[in-house]
């Protein structure tokens, strides 16, 4: 279990090293900060769904050991969040503070990709096993953010884009089918309590 | 000062030999697997080859160059909008090669007492050929510097001798889905259109390019004709034309018909006129790090200004 989990971390950085390489050898294109911003963004959205995928994966295949990688899947999430929002600040608005104020304040997309990050903030802390323990049944109630998160994620991707709108598409595709699962999950069980 | 002492341990204790040459082992492979993802997906940033494309001759120097430091070719070629190859910046470089640009015909018409059809070989041989080095500001916020050769486009619609009816000049790029394999989604109307009021098109700013650097244009540059409006928007400058039309209305442009909030018939470059979604008023110059101011019509306002001084640039963005 240890070998595997230190392999699927090794993968998860697999997307830092790539864009480290491409820097130093100059072959992230013309507008390499554009292909930073767009590659981690990419990355975050891609691991809030794999993230969201451990528990359908788990109930249909039984394979229970998989929630184990579950906090690992989401801090990456995060990880690649704060790489994406560091990138913004730093390299593409050069901490010009008043500029990102006007950006987060008047521009829906960047405001709701904010919105999203903040909300990550408090799951990244409480995922440690104390505060698991220490806030109970409330954890998972408060988890239960990563669904607004995801679909901010998605619409803050899907209102940046100019024209092509096929890749938000498919995160947006993505995330029904994983919303759909869980709706239909919480059905059954609902029928399963009336009778 | 308090001097922490070594735990004693040997570190050949904690890690064996045999476990150190193995994590090094594995250090090393796991670097080589990287580096050749990073060479193979290098191929999506296609380099396209300078030497391969024809010297054009007879070019002469003029005084409408800027002296800013040009982009690099590979820069210049590998990152262009151009949806009619597809819609990310690299697609164009990878997908133009399907086109032909040669021969190439472009047919000059509508209100003209002297309408035609040009071979664009023709319009290269028989007019002087002036290297423009100009700035090129996308409405995306970013830009280059672009050394183009062409012709002014003065030069050639006089010859059509527009008449009082001419009031704006309309411009339609090539439409044929199986040179152009972005043609055959729906993501902009097809065949692209732009246009330009009669006084903007006769400016002796705006050219028909028909080179860079020197050489013919790479397709994905809008090859073998394409418009260079450099105090507008990027898009404004319209690739691979086949017709010219002088029209008496304001034409339609694909950008505008797409999304008119976003995208006016002007396209001013205008740091004073934000996009709705970012701020026009910086702009990342392509192979430089910090950002520079964007300036009013590009920084040909002494060249153009003169046409705008009754227009409300808010309105007619």
């Known amino acids: ?195 | 000062m308090l001097i922490k002492k070594g735990s004693g341990i040997k570190s050949s204790l904690i890690t064996s030999q045999k476990q150190y040459l193995k994590r090094r082992q594995f250090i090393k492979y796991s670097l080589a697997a990287v580096g050749s993802l990073v060479l193979d997906k290098s191929q999506l940033f296609a380099e396209t080859s300078e030497s391969e494309y024809a010297k054009l001759p007879n070019i002469i120097p003029s005084s409408y160059s800027t002296n800013d430091k040009t982009n690099s070719w590979e820069h210049i070629t590998t990152y262009n909008n151009f949806y009619e190859f597809g819609t990310s910046k690299e697609d164009p470089a990878e997908n133009a090669h399907s086109l032909n640009p040669k021969p190439w015909k472009i047919s000059i018409e509508g209100h003209c007492k002297n309408p035609g059809e040009y071979d664009v070989d023709d319009l290269v041989k028989n007019n002087q050929l002036e290297e423009r080095v100009y700035r090129l500001r996308c409405v995306e916020a970013w830009s280059m510097v672009i050394p183009w050769v062409g012709i002014p486009l003065k030069t050639v619609l006089d010859r059509a001798e527009p008449t009082s009816k001419a009031q704006f000049v309309e411009f339609v790029t090539l439409l044929e889905p199986k040179q152009m394999q972005g043609q055959n989604s729906s993501v902009l109307q097809w065949p692209y259109l732009e246009g330009l009021r009669m006084d903007e098109a006769m400016n002796p700013l705006t050219i028909l390019a028909v080179g860079l650097y020197g050489r013919v244009l790479p397709s994905q540059n809008g090859a073998p004709i394409r418009l260079v409006v450099p105090w507008k928007y990027g898009f404004k400058s319209i690739k691979s034309i086949v017709r010219i039309r002088f029209v008496e209305k304001m034409p339609v442009n694909t950008w505008n018909v797409s999304a008119p909030a976003e995208y006016g018939f002007y396209a001013n470059v205008n740091p004073g006129v934000d996009h709705p979604r970012w701020s026009q008023k910086k702009e990342r110059r392509l192979g430089s790090f910090s950002k520079k101011e964007t300036l009013l019509f590009n920084g040909y306002a002494e060249q153009v200004g003169h046409m705008y001084t009754d227009l409300d640039l808010k309105k007619w963005f």
Request: overall charge positive; charged content about 20%; proline content about 3%.
């Open chain 1, 1 to 195: 279990m240890k070998i595997f989990k230190s392999t699927v971390f090794t993968a998860a950085l697999l997307p830092v090293a790539y864009l480290i390489f491409g820097l130093v050898g100059d072959k992230l294109g013309a507008n390499p900060i554009e292909t930073l911003l767009h590659k981690t963004g990419f990355w975050t959205l891609t691991f809030l769904m794999i993230t969201l995928s451990v528990s359908p994966v788990r109930k249909l295949s039984n394979w229970n050991k998989i929630i184990k990688f579950r906090r690992m899947l989401g801090l990456f999430a995060f990880f690649y969040a704060c790489l994406h929002f560091t990138i913004y600040l730093g390299l593409d608005r050069q901490f010009e503070w008043q500029e990102i104020v006007e950006d987060l304040s008047k521009r829906p997309y960047i405001t709701i990709g904010f919105t999203a990050l903040v909300m990550l903030v408090p799951l990244a802390i409480t995922s440690t096993k104390g505060w698991i323990r220490k806030l109970g049944k409330r954890w998972q109630k408060l988890h239960r953010l990563i669904y607004v998160i995801a679909t901010a994620g998605v619409v803050h991707f899907w209102w940046l884009v100019k024209k092509d709108i096929t890749e938000p598409l498919i995160f947006a595709l993505i995330l029904s089918l994983l919303m759909t699962f869980r709706l239909a999950l919480l059905k059954i069980k609902l029928q399963a309590i009336q009778k």
